[in-house]
């Protein structure tokens, strides 16, 4: 008999040609970083377009570069585009199509995803995916003005209702429809290889929590992008086939009488929020998981409540799965409705605790190293904290009615889903950097990068939530719209400035990845954090097939530090037995 | 011994003993005596092809759900829904996609007969399902014909726009269903698979998927037919 040892590492050999290893790469590390870098382009993409309504909002009569007096059009089309460039190809790519693809074989013990053809396809429909959406800047009229959550009808009518919303808006939904498709590739991949490729003893409770956040996310990603597939092909249809899903009877658009009738705009909220809360958690989940798995490690001591951290994961998703109407109070839903979903959307303020307080009782008592990555972990739990506290005040219908349309609102969703999110990719960068490349990043230019990214995201963010309570209404290009604004405009000067300190800072990560990829000090040994997970025991950058033609045995828990007895202060999941340091007879 | 062996029995010849247990060859990969335990890796197990279908599967209902919701919201909201009269031609359609689920599992039992003839049974089911899952992409692309021949289009009424739409992204599913048996079929007749494991993970995850294509098509026409 013929042993499937030599037949398994025969079908895994590495591939030699360049673009068969770096471009159509079938390998999940060489996906990864794909990924990581697709997100990377698509950050500062993102970040440039806040950038030029950061400096309209302060100076409005400034000509700016690429765009001249910007119009209060251009503003919708820069905030739209920001807006889905950052949920879609940051947040909902790097932490968990980058970090997961990456990472989730090798801390489960496999030698790659369980599909990896599929998984090729996936990151190529998303880059595809990404220069369709790119194209809508460069089309006639522009991009589309209707807000990442793209509200039927505005979204559905054609160029008649506004710049941007012809080409434009349908490149936007053709654009979103191929980023779905390859969700939902990626969430079946991760899915799958979760429950059928771990390695032996590596029994679901033994995942790293990073493992569990990647798989709860793509069970979230696997329902809510077929969702949103379906509502782009009724929206796609709307624009292009006549027929009336989203538009209603006897619009009136710029002096023409629009032919459609009967169809609903809430139904798109509903489609569209049904998959869009989820994605919430699609950004978040992953930055959890990192974020336990790097406490834990860099406190030296087991994660707090390992059990409770998954089951509150799960309940996350489970509850997230039924709360999209709280953003749809203002659609003039029954009250009872309403406080059906505002119920259902404060009790997931439980399970998020449960995480805070166990995160907080890991660090208690802890001897703590502060490296990068444990101090974005740290930052993470401070933006988690005050990002969902305002969450629990929108919850409310009687309290979001007033706020909804206000800044309070784009203060809420960018701390708790974009600066939090980016916080926990941020600490996964600097953790896994070196098994990655084999290079340290520069831990002292990561400090400055922290310590001004940290303070400026408050800076940007705290004033946003006064000026929303003071009632200035989101959506506007500045504040010579209504005069009751105007005396907003010192505010907006002040969280400007602070957002150019923070785009700045975020140069010097850009530096410090750069260089260290050339010039990092090397690693001195294959765990440099003294961590626990499997990724530490192979190479740093790790070999094609991850194991070399082995497999692993897990013996224990993830996070088991700290052990009394073991000669070491941490004991890695694959070793058999804890060997008790030899008795000294002092004690 | 000259009995044929058991389908068990086929799955441990092609797998081998289970040779694992401890690999005591610590510091193979530079652990030193950091003691290690590793040991040979088995290979990917076919499974997975099986796994994964129930997970898209999950999708797909999701998918078909979103479609659904919004058919009842649309309905339930407009006031300008006209029924029209469904070509009697979609029955025949039903009845040859639900026989082609039966085909598929005759195919199926054939196939865990350890007797060789039960291979040729197996191939002539397996090409008769993919003949008939043809055949219903014709019906109902006739069902379109007809339809459009008694002046109801995709545009004409909301009602028209969901029967479209929802035949229009099934048979896109099935038509990738008659995909995959071909190339099952294609690898199945070249020897391709390289564990009769292997062959029987992809026939068991192309007649999932098309058990619930199948399924999925009774629950649409009774939505479409019913809630005309």
């Known amino acids: 008999m013929a042993t499937e040892a030599h037949h398994a590492a025969h079908a895994h050999a590495a591939p030699t040609g360049f673009i068969s290893k770096y471009i159509f790469s079938k390998d999940h590390k060489v996906i990864g970083i794909q990924y990581i870098a697709l997100a990377l382009a698509a950050v500062f993409v993102g970040m440039f377009l806040s950038l030029l309504m950061r400096l309209h909002l302060a100076w409005p009569a400034l000509h700016l570069p690429l765009v001249g007096l910007m119009t209060p059009e251009q503003y919708l089309a820069l905030m739209t585009m920001h807006g889905t460039i950052m949920v879609f190809f940051v947040l909902t790519t790097a932490p968990q199509s980058g970090f997961g693809n990456y990472f989730l074989p090798i801390q489960i013990g496999a030698a790659d995803m369980a599909f990896p053809t599929l998984n090729m396809l996936s990151f190529w429909f998303t880059f ?52 779905s498709g390859a969700s939902l590739m990626g969430a079946l991949n991760f899915i799958t290889t979760t429950l059928d490729l771990r390695t032996r003893g590596m029994s679901l409770m033994r995942m790293p929590l990073t493992c569990w956040a990647w798989f709860i996310t793509a069970i979230l990603a696997l329902l809510g992008f077929a969702v949103l597939l379906a509502a782009g092909i009724l929206l796609l249809l709307d624009r292009h086939a006549g027929t009336s899903f989203f ?81 749809m109070f203002m659609s003039g839903m029954s009250p009872y409705s309403a406080f059906a979903f505002s119920l259902l959307t404060m009790s997931i303020g439980v399970p998020s605790a449960i995480k805070t307080f166990n995160w907080i009782g890991t660090l208690w008592g802890a001897r703590i190293r502060f490296s990068t990555a444990m101090l974005y972990t740290l930052g993470f739990v401070s933006i988690f904290v005050t990002g969902g506290l305002s969450g629990l005040f929108l919850a409310q219908p009687a309290v979001d009615i ?39 990043m520069s831990e002292g230019l990561g400090r400055v990068h922290f310590w001004l990214t940290f303070i400026g995201v408050y800076a940007i963010f705290m004033p946003m939530h006064f000026i929303g309570l003071a009632g200035h209404i989101r959506r506007i290009p500045d504040t010579s719209a209504y005069t009751s604004l105007g005396v907003f405009q010192p505010v907006h000067t002040f969280m400007s400035i602070a957002a150019f300190i923070t785009i700045g800072a975020q140069l010097i990560f850009a530096f410090n990845l750069v260089w260290s990829l050339v010039r990092g000090k090397k690693v001195a040994n294959d765990n440099p954090w003294e961590a626990t997970t499997l990724e530490w025991t192979i190479p740093s950058p790790p070999p094609h097939d991850n194991f070399a033609g082995l497999e692993p045995v897990i013996h224990r828990g993830p996070y088991e530090f700290a052990v009394p007895g073991a000669d070491k202060d941490y004991v890695p999941q694959h070793l058999p037995d804890v060997r008790v340091a030899p008795a000294t007879g002092d004690d | 011994m000259t009995a044929k062996p058991s389908v068990e029995e086929l799955d441990l010849i092609e797998t081998g003993p289970d040779t694992s247990g401890p690999d005591d060859s610590g510091g193979l990969l530079g652990f030193g005596d950091d003691g290690g335990d590793f040991r040979p890796a088995t290979p990917r197990s076919p499974q997975v092809y099986v796994t994964g279908i129930w997970i898209a599967l999950a999708s797909i209902l999701m998918f078909f759900m979103g479609l659904t919701s919004s058919f009842i919201v649309r309905k339930g909201l407009g006031t300008d829904w006209a029924p029209f009269t ?62 459009r021949a008694a002046g109801v289009y995709l545009a004409s009424n909301p009602s028209s726009s969901f029967f479209y739409l929802m035949t229009a992204t099934h048979g896109l599913h099935l038509l990738g269903g008659v995909l995959a048996l071909a190339y099952v079929a294609a690898r199945s007749r070249r020897s391709e698979f390289e564990l009769w494991r292997a062959e029987r993970a992809a026939v068991t995850a192309t007649a999932t998927y098309w058990h619930f294509l199948s399924g999925l098509w009774v629950f649409l026409f009774l939505l479409l037919w019913l809630g005309r």
């Open chain 2, 86 to 147: 469904l070509p009697p031609l979609l029955w025949v359609n039903s009845l040859v996609l639900l026989v082609s689920s039966g085909t598929l599992e005759l195919s199926r039992r054939a196939l865990r007969d350890p007797d060789p003839s039960g291979r040729t049974v197996y191939r002539r089911w397996w090409h008769v399902t993919t003949a008939l899952g043809l055949v219903f992409l014709i019906g109902q692309l006739a069902v379109w014909q007809q339809l």
């Open chain 1, 128 to 179: 595809v995916s990404f220069v369709v959406m790119l194209a809508a800047f460069f089309v006639a009229g522009g991009a589309p003005i209707s807000g990442w959550t793209a509200y039927a009808p505005l979204s559905a009518l054609g160029e008649i209702a506004g710049p941007g919303l012809g080409w434009g808006q349908s490149l936007w939904v053709i654009s979103l429809a191929i980023f």
């Open chain 1, 402 to 440: 007033p706020l909804h349309d206000t800044y309070f609102v784009v203060a809420h969703f960018h701390l708790i889903m974009g600066v939090a999110a980016i916080f926990g990719m941020f600490a996964g960068t600097y953790f896994w950097f070196p098994k990655m490349f084999g290079r340290h």
């Open chain 1, 247 to 327: 538009i209603p009877g006897g619009l009136l658009v710029s002096d023409r009488i629009i032919d459609h009738k009967g169809g609903s705009p809430l139904l798109w909220q509903h489609l569209f929020w049904f998959f869009g809360h989820p994605e919430v958690y699609i950004a978040i989940l992953p930055g959890m998981g990192i974020v336990s798995h790097v406490l834990s490690t860099f406190a030296r001591k087991a994660i707090f409540g390992y059990r409770a951290m998954v089951y509150a994961m799960g309940a996350i998703a489970l509850l997230g799965l039924g709360v999209w109407g709280h953003h």
